[in-house]
T-cell receptor, first 112, second 109 residues
């Protein structure tokens, strides 16, 4: 692994299903973030983690949960997907919260 | 709360100079970032300002005025590959980042 990866690349999901988006970084960055990007709305922060073992809510956390069991992984879970969660999801990491962020390639999620 | 404004779209000619503005209102301030995002790709870091003044990096420069809540990204000698969205992001007092909606720059020959 080099940098930050996300899986899957894209997914079509039935409403009501549970889904976990995966994010892994090998840069030993302390801070990690999940964003959704929708046309006309820009990047909006869902959840973040400043260090392993801690998480916080961003601007649009409802319907999403995260965990940070170790430094490298930061999965995002949709407990019961709804069509309004159709979006492109980006994971990002940074050395610390006041440093530049490195973004993963994104996951395109469609909820029908 | 945080409020960040930047123009939705700008157009410019290859070889020219373009300035993309960003104004912000935040609770506390710990820095301002600019990112570039090509269509269908992830954002990539361009610049970071935390003190007032101009930061120059090759063809790109970024300016910050904390008292005015204002920043701009200056792109010189525009190339076709500079056609992209440019995202302004502010770190507020809690170090939580907030992004503007982005400025789509179209460079034409």
């Amino acid at each position: 692994i080099a940098g930050i990866t996300q899986a899957p690349t894209s997914q079509i999901l039935a409403a009501g299903r549970r889904m976990t988006l995966r994010c892994t970084q090998d840069m030993r960055h302390n801070a990690m973030y999940w964003y959704r990007q929708d046309l006309g709305l820009g990047l909006r922060l869902i959840h973040y983690s400043n260090t392993a073992g801690t998480t916080g809510k961003g601007e649009v956390p409802d319907g999403y949960s995260v965990s940070r069991a170790n430094t490298d992984d930061f999965p995002l879970t949709l407990a019961s997907a709804v069509p309004s969660q159709t979006s492109v999801y980006f994971c990002a990491s940074s050395v610390a919260e006041n440093n530049e962020q490195f973004f993963g390639p994104g996951t395109r999620l469609t909820v029908l | 709360g945080q409020n960040i404004d930047q123009p939705t779209e700008m157009t410019a000619t290859e070889g020219a100079i373009v300035q993309i503005n960003c104004t912000y209102q935040t609770s506390g301030f710990n820095g301002l970032f600019w990112y570039q995002q090509h269509a269908g790709e992830a954002p990539t870091f361009l610049s970071y300002n935390v003190l007032d003044g101009l930061e120059e990096k090759g063809r790109f420069s970024s300016f910050l005025s904390r008292s005015k809540g204002y920043s701009y990204l200056l792109l010189k000698e525009l190339q076709m590959k500079d056609s992209a969205s440019y995202l302004c992001a502010v770190l507020g007092g809690s170090y939580i980042p907030t992004f503007g909606r982005g400025t789509s720059l179209i460079v034409h020959p």
